[in-house]
Nanobody, 123 residues
Framework: QVHLVESGGGLVQAGDSLSLSCVAS????????MAWFRQVSGKERQFVAA???????YYEDSVKGRFTISRDFAKNTVKLQMNRLTPEDTAIYYC?????????????????WGQGTQVTVSS
């Protein structure tokens, strides 16, 4: 059974940085697409970033140049480094995994999810 656990959320000020981490168990990291999504209360879950097993990364337009997704296959972890945060980045951030993750940016493409970690950015 796949188990994803996020950590690293918190309350920061606009312009600050924050690093999220997701530890995966029950899966072979090298065979899974890993991604980050976020959700604001009352809205649909939104794609943030993904990294395929081959290494290429993909980002939602509003986070390009500010967020970086990275994976440590040996430790079965995926991180999301978030820089120059704005209040619009405030959301619950979820880690997701799937064998194919196709299409990458679609919530329905991912079969396994973490419980989420809250990120709040004050102005």
């Amino acid at each position: 059974q796949v188990h994803l656990v996020e950590s690293g959320g918190g309350l920061v000020q606009a312009g600050d940085s924050l690093s999220l981490s997701c530890v995966a168990s029950g899966l072979a990291a090298g065979k899974y697409v890993m991604a980050w999504f976020r959700q604001v209360s009352g809205k649909e879950r939104q794609f943030v970033a993904a990294q395929t097993t081959a290494g290429p990364t993909y980002y939602e337009d509003s986070v390009k140049g500010r967020f970086t997704i990275s994976r440590d296959f040996a430790k079965n972890t995926v991180k999301l480094q978030m820089n120059r945060l704005t209040p619009e980045d405030t959301a619950i951030y979820y880690c997701a995994a799937d064998h194919s993750g196709i299409p990458l940016m679609a919530e329905k493409s991912y079969s396994d999810w973490g419980q989420g970690t809250q990120v709040t950015v004050s102005s």
